[in-house]
């Protein structure tokens, strides 16, 4: 082979299709990321956020306590800026159950926010929501009034939806829920605003408590109940406060009914 077809056949390799394909590509991979990097060195600057609104009724936070968390995440501008990350630190605000955030040109970030609003107390430390969500405030002022849940935090959906069904149910009698309780075993207990205790036992919780409600006010005609012992297969024994022995004895024989306690 001489040397000029050498040299052609050097020359065709060199400038093949596949080889000017590959070419560009390394150009154009290499120019994409020098603009990415000029888009996060500029972009801040030219299109900084300058406001963080904050829309919703709070409660226990302030506007400036949220829009001071966001603030301290906030990277980038107006385009650039991880809205999924201000929304997450938004979230972990104790009192925030939801939260949303916008970009409205040129130079803002809109957040619309809602609080939990808690049903109740939860362990010694918690709330809950209607919903079985619970939380745990690190400040601010407890609401006032409300009923103890007690249980295990996975199990606080089905607690709060067992409190909602029997204050309502207890209400038609007039009775309030002061504590609702479930054990580890499952052993549910309720104590009544008027300081009755209510033992519902591991089994078929609900009948239990609808036949206490059907007999309320028979009980409360003989006296003041101190525990309503409800875990047995048809019937219940009463516990009565101070009274005689005679006169315990006698409700007693009234009022409880015949079955095995389960």
């Known amino acids: 082979m001489t040397e000029r077809k050498r040299k052609e056949k050097l020359e065709k390799r060199a400038f093949s299709p596949a080889r000017l394909r590959a070419v560009v590509g390394v150009l154009a991979f290499l120019a994409m990321g020098a603009a990415l990097w000029l888009v996060g060195e500029w972009e801040p600057r030219l ?7 904050v829309e919703g009724e709070l409660h226990h936070h302030s506007s400036r306590l949220l829009q001071e968390r966001l603030s301290e995440r906030l990277s980038g501008g107006i385009l650039t800026a991880d ?3 201000l929304q997450s630190v938004a979230e972990d605000l104790p009192w925030v159950g939801r939260a949303s955030l916008q ?3 040129p130079d803002t970030i809109k957040v619309r926010v809602e609080e939990h609003r808690p049903i109740a107390r939860w362990n010694a430390d918690g709330l809950v929501t209607s919903e079985g969500v619970v939380f745990r405030p690190t400040g601010g002022a407890v609401p006032a ?4 849940l007690e249980g295990d935090d996975q199990r606080a959906p089905d607690v709060t939806s067992r409190y909602l069904k029997w204050r309502d149910d207890l209400m038609l009698v007039g009775h309030l829920i002061q504590t609702l309780s479930v054990d580890p075993r499952g052993d549910w207990r309720v104590d009544l605003v008027m300081g009755t205790e209510l033992r519902l036992g591991t089994g078929p919780v609900e009948e239990r408590l609808a036949r206490f409600i059907a007999s309320a006010r028979q009980i409360e005609a003989a006296g003041q109940p ?5 875990r047995y297969s048809n019937g219940f024994s009463v516990k009565w406060t101070s009274r005689t022995d005679s006169e315990r004895r006698a409700q007693s024989d009234r009022l409880a009914r015949s079955g095995n306690r389960g």
């Open 47 to 53: 299109l900084p956020i300058r406001l963080i609104e």
């Open 103 to 105: 970009r409205v040109w």
């Open 145 to 148: 009034g409300l009923p103890l």
């Open 83 to 85: 809205l999924e990350e």
């Open 226 to 230: 101190q525990v309503v012992d409800l």
